[in-house]
């Protein structure tokens, strides 16, 4: 298995920036298809983006597309989650999660979860 890290969150104002890092160890020689969920208060954790292992390939839920970017960094084990145009439905726990194979926009495939990082968008 992978141990995964995720750093980068905080505060922010409505219509502001962060990026998140994802941090693997372990067996990160292995091809793992990334994901980045979130989970609001009172809400299911839900997907937010995926990205193959090549990075090639990347998908996103309906309501960050086109705010949000994924993009990998496979010397760095390191993904990222640049997130734009934030806005206060954005606030939740961030969670980074790791799969053999391609990617997968329901959890259920992801056998590996960092601890998550709290977004916090004020309006």
């Known amino acids: 298995q992978v141990q995964l890290v995720e750093s980068g969150g905080g505060l922010v104002q409505a219509g502001g920036s962060l990026r998140l890092s994802c941090a693997a160890s372990?067996?990160?020689?292995?091809?793992?298809?990334m994901g980045w969920f979130r989970q609001a208060p009172g809400k299911e954790r839900e997907f937010v983006g995926a990205?193959?292992?090549?990075?090639?390939?990347?998908y996103y839920a309906d309501s960050v597309k086109g705010r949000f970017t994924i993009s990998r960094d496979n010397a760095k084990n390191t993904v990222y989650l640049q997130m734009n145009s934030l806005k206060p439905e954005d606030t939740a726990v961030y969670y980074c999660?790791?799969?053999?194979?391609?990617?997968?926009?329901?959890?259920?495939?992801?056998?590996?979860w960092g601890q998550g990082t709290q977004v916090t968008v004020s309006s």
């Open positions: 372990g067996r990160t020689s292995s091809r793992y298809a």
């Open positions: 999660a790791a799969k053999l194979g391609v990617p997968d926009v329901s959890e259920k495939g992801f056998g590996s």
């Open positions: 990205i193959s292992w090549s990075g090639g390939s990347t």
